[in-house]
Structure formats: C-alpha cells, structure tokens
C-alpha cells in the first residue's frame, strides 16, 4: 500500500513538472509606475523628516528624502537612478562636513556650530586655592 502512494505521488509531481500548474506566473520583470512620499512632524516641530520617490516603469527612479530637527540641522538628498547609475546631491548644514563629490555624490555642507550640553553630565566648577578636592 506504502509503495502504491509513493507512486502515485512520483507520478503526480512528475505531471506537475512537465505540463505547469494551470495558472501563468506573474511578470516580476517588468516594473511598474509608481509613486510614494510622506510628511512628518513632531508635535511640537521638534524635528520633520521627508521622503517622495517615484518610478517610471522603466527603470528610472526619482527621489528625495530629508530631515529637519529641533537645532535647524538638517540633510536633504535628492537622487535619480537610471541608466547611468545611481547619483546623489546632498545639502546639509551638519557640524563638522564639508563640500566634497566622493563616489559621483555632491555633498554641498553649509555647517553650522552648536552648542547644546551633553545630557545627564555637568562639568564640575573650576576650584581655586590649595587643599583637597
């Protein structure tokens, strides 16, 4: 009885192999239009963050994406995808960076200096005289 199942199973799979499952798969290597994006903000315009894309169907993708927070400090990226690869443009005022194109990406920086307290820590007050700390 064991050996009967075991061949009409072999003998189902081997139909299922050779004539299709009855249904046409889908398409996955066409692409398809499409576009997306979103606006956020915190309550109290503590910071926003940004992101739009959009697909031609052939390929070619257009986007951004960004952020504000609560300082003013903020990055946009904007990028297209193509053809001709992948290119980004980014804007920035982030402490600390530079205007410079590494990897085909124009990073334009604008920084600017902040100075916030590290929280939770408090420099101790500078003692003056002689004795024991």
Same mark, same amino acid.
Do not use: P, T
């Given at each position: 009885m064991m050996f009967k199942a075991l061949l009409l199973c072999s003998v189902v799979a081997v139909a299922l192999a050779q004539y299709g499952h009855g249904y046409a798969a889908p398409?996955?290597?066409q692409p398809i239009p499409y576009q997306y994006g979103? #606006?956020? @903000?915190g309550d &109290? /315009? $503590?910071f926003k963050q940004t992101? &739009? $894309? &959009?697909? #031609? /169907?052939?390929g070619n993708v257009q986007g951004s994406y960004g952020y504000v927070d609560a300082h003013g400090i903020n990055r946009q990226v904007d990028y297209v995808a193509d053809a001709h /690869?992948? !290119? @980004?443009? %980014?804007k920035t005022n982030e402490p600390g960076t530079e205007s410079q194109n590494p990897a #085909? %990406? $124009?990073l334009h920086a604008q920084p600017i200096h902040v100075q916030q307290p590290? !929280? /939770?820590y408090a420099a101790p007050a500078p003692r003056h005289g002689y004795g024991l700390y």
């Open positions: 398409d996955y290597a979103y #606006d956020i @903000a &109290h /315009g $503590e992101r &739009h $894309e &959009h697909g #031609d /169907g052939h /690869g992948f !290119r @980004a443009q %980014v #085909d %990406v $124009e590290v !929280r /939770g």
